[in-house]
Antibody
Framework: QAQLQESGPGLVKPSETLSLTCNVS????????WNWIRQPPGKGPEWIGS???????NYNPSLKSRITMSIDTSKNQLSLSLRSVTAADTAVYFC????????????WGQGTMVTVSS | SYVLTQPPSVSVAPGQTAEITCGGK??????VHWYQQKPGQAPVLVVY???DRPSEIPERFSGSNSGNTATLTISRVEAGDEADYYC???????????FGPGTKVTVL
């Protein structure tokens, strides 16, 4: 069955770059939009952005100046880079598949906790 | 950007009905989706397009959308329904995906 698995460092220093990857297995990476969503402790999810298998992206305007998302179809892998992080970027980061027809996130990874601290 | 509001918490006795609201300007014009999230887990879709259910979700979960408020209703509440619930919409004007702040459902 479909599985998404996020990976990356659990601790990042302020002003540095947060880099995460998401491995997609059990489902084709083609013909879907793949998303990054984060959830600060005790708060609701926040959509970060999406990337299509062609490499086309759509970012949350509040983060657009600091993020880059990419996709490697040969590896079935997504990537997220978030630059100049602060404590406000501390969150659980999820990758998720978008069902474009109904605009819902139907498959999620388990999430990875990232803490920004010196 | 589009803003969604939810009550922070709802408490309900087992066997009773829980109603969780999601407010937004003219939300009736949008498709509202609902997710259930238990501690340490990823969100799970329980209702989509206002009132449809994924096949694996019990019929006890239902939804509606009218005016400026969408509602998720959980009938015959069970202890296992205790979780955080989030509404979500796609804002076509900005092509952005928006989540509500969440409602914690406590089963008494």
């Amino acid at each position: 069955q479909a599985q998404l698995q996020e990976s990356g460092p659990g601790l990042v220093k302020p002003s540095e770059t947060l880099s995460l990857t998401c491995n997609v297995s059990g489902v084709s990476i083609y013909s879907f939009y793949w998303n990054w969503i984060r959830q600060p402790p005790g708060k609701g999810p926040e959509w970060i952005g999406s990337v299509y298998y062609t490499g086309s992206t759509n970012y949350n305007p509040s983060l657009k100046s600091r993020i880059t998302m990419s996709i490697d179809t040969s590896k079935n892998q997504l990537s997220l880079s978030l630059r100049s992080v602060t404590a406000a970027d501390t969150a659980v980061y999820f990758c998720a598949r978008l069902q474009l027809g109904i605009r819902t996130f139907d498959i999620w990874g388990q999430g990875t906790m990232v803490t920004v601290s010196s | 950007s589009y803003v969604l509001t939810q009550p922070p918490s709802v408490s309900v006795a087992p066997g009773q009905t829980a109603e969780i609201t999601c407010g937004g300007k003219n939300i009736r014009n949008k498709s509202v989706h609902w997710y259930q999230q238990k501690p340490g887990q990823a969100p799970v879709l329980v209702v989509y397009d206002d009132s449809d259910r994924p096949s694996e979700i019990p019929e006890r979960f239902s939804g509606s959308n009218s005016g400026n408020t969408a509602t998720l209703t959980i009938s015959r509440v069970e202890a296992g329904d205790e979780a955080d619930y989030y509404c979500q919409v796609w804002d076509i004007n900005s092509d952005q995906y928006v989540f509500g702040p969440g409602t914690k459902v406590t089963v008494l």
